[in-house]
């Protein structure tokens, strides 16, 4: 089915009549086909997502009569980590597929007097909340943050997330949207969508403290990558093998770049799997340094993460951390896809790297202000 798909993307206008009706025969025909070939799996999943949803009620009610509520999807670990690290009233939900469920949420919402709810990002399920909360009260606030970038319109999930979310918008159903990049914040806003800014931010006990380490390698970390090709796994293994002496920690690790690195004859230590972001944290600091030099972004976590840990991290030029300072000089890449120049950037960061951290820890002082301020401005919106 899926190659029939593909053929059909590139023969028809997406914008058709016709392609719109294929492409929710589509949805339909493979909707089924998964169901009757994954029944049992398929009601074991729904029971979960709907034990979760009364857990979800739960927490609600224990925020009785609070400015607001913010949902997020706890298996998506960006935001996740986003929301927790931006907002207090957080309620973790996943996917919600019960009609029944949709509308105990929403009344749940209106019953413990909550003035606002706040979509972290959207999954399945959340756009018929947000219909339900305004139909059983239109005076509460229905907020969404979009954490993605027009890059990823690419994908099917996210482009029709994106689109009904901006319809609901112009229903009414949605009274505004935040994002947590400038570009998005001011390209949305000047097209008519009333949009607020917020940046990501971490807090880690660590605070930035330098993590000692008496490595007799170089040990270069790169995580959460995967094969993405956002992520730009490959150039930053090229420009790890290029740094004399040194060791490659990568997770997850795929079969094809563990080949790459026994092509490149790359020393490595890794794991096939993502691992829990505690376990994570324990692990960069053994790192000398991180990089993260992914092609596109909006606000990474990884990066913020890394520093807080003490340890300096290489990213992408392509979001709003430490720009115009002398700390982004160090650290923010130019040209990502250039190995030999991120080998360069390497080094510069190892030769200056208590310099840096310290600018780390001013800089992060200032931003902690911004970031509570900004929230502060949209929550009571």
């Keep these: ?20 009706v294929l492409s ?25 997502y709907h034990g979760r949803v009364e857990k979800a009620i739960e927490t609600i009610k224990g925020f009785q009569g609070k400015e607001y509520v913010v949902f997020y999807n706890p298996t998506w670990l960006g935001v996740a980590a986003s929301t927790l690290g931006l907002f207090k009233n957080n309620v973790p939900l996943e996917h919600v597929y019960s009609k029944k469920d949709i509308k105990k949420i929403a ?15 959207v999954c399945d399920g959340w756009t018929s909340i947000i219909e339900k909360i305004k139909k059983i009260n239109p005076n509460i606030k229905v907020k969404v ?21 901006m319809q609901l918008y112009k229903q009414e159903k949605i009274d505004c949207f935040a994002f947590v990049r400038s570009t998005m914040y001011e390209f949305y806003n000047k097209t008519g969508f009333k949009s607020y800014y917020l940046q990501n931010n971490v807090y880690k006990e660590n605070n930035g403290k330098i993590a000692n380490n008496n490595n007799k390698k170089t040990k270069i970390g790169i995580y959460n990558a995967d094969s993405r090709e956002l992520k730009n796994i490959y ?43 505690e376990e994570l944290m324990k692990r960069i600091q053994k790192n000398d340094i991180n990089i993260y030099p992914t092609f596109t972004e909006n606000a990474p976590m990884f990066p ?47 030769e200056h790297k208590k310099e840096i951290m310290s600018l780390y820890q001013e800089w992060k002082k200032e931003f902690n202000k911004k970031c509570e301020k900004l929230v502060d401005e949209f929550v009571k919106e």
């Design 24 to 48: 929710k025969m589509y949805h339909f025909l493979s909707t089924i086909k998964y169901r009757i070939t994954h029944n049992k799996e398929v009601k074991k999943e729904h029971k979960e």
């Design 107 to 121: 009344k749940s919402i209106s019953e413990n007097n909550i003035k606002s709810a706040i979509f972290s990002q």
């Design 235 to 277: 150039t930053a293994l090229s420009a790890m093998k290029l740094v004399p002496n040194a060791i490659a920690d990568v997770v997850p690790i795929n079969a094809e770049a563990k080949k790459f690195t026994e092509i490149l004859g790359l020393e490595t230590t890794s794991i096939n799997d993502y691992i829990p972001n």
């Design 145 to 165: 943050i979009w954490h993605g970038n027009c890059y990823e319109y690419f994908s099917d999930f996210t482009w029709n997330l994106n689109k009904e979310v």
């Design 304 to 350: 913020l993460e890394s520093f807080e840990m003490g340890v300096p991290c290489l990213l992408g030029n392509n979001n709003d951390y430490f720009v115009g300072t002398k700390l982004g000089e160090y650290v923010i890449l130019e040209k990502e896809d250039d190995a030999v120049y991120i080998k360069d950037k390497i080094m510069t960061v190892l």
């Design 1 to 20: 089915m899926q190659k029939i798909k593909n053929i059909l993307k590139r023969l028809i206008n997406k914008d058709s009549f016709f392609y719109k």
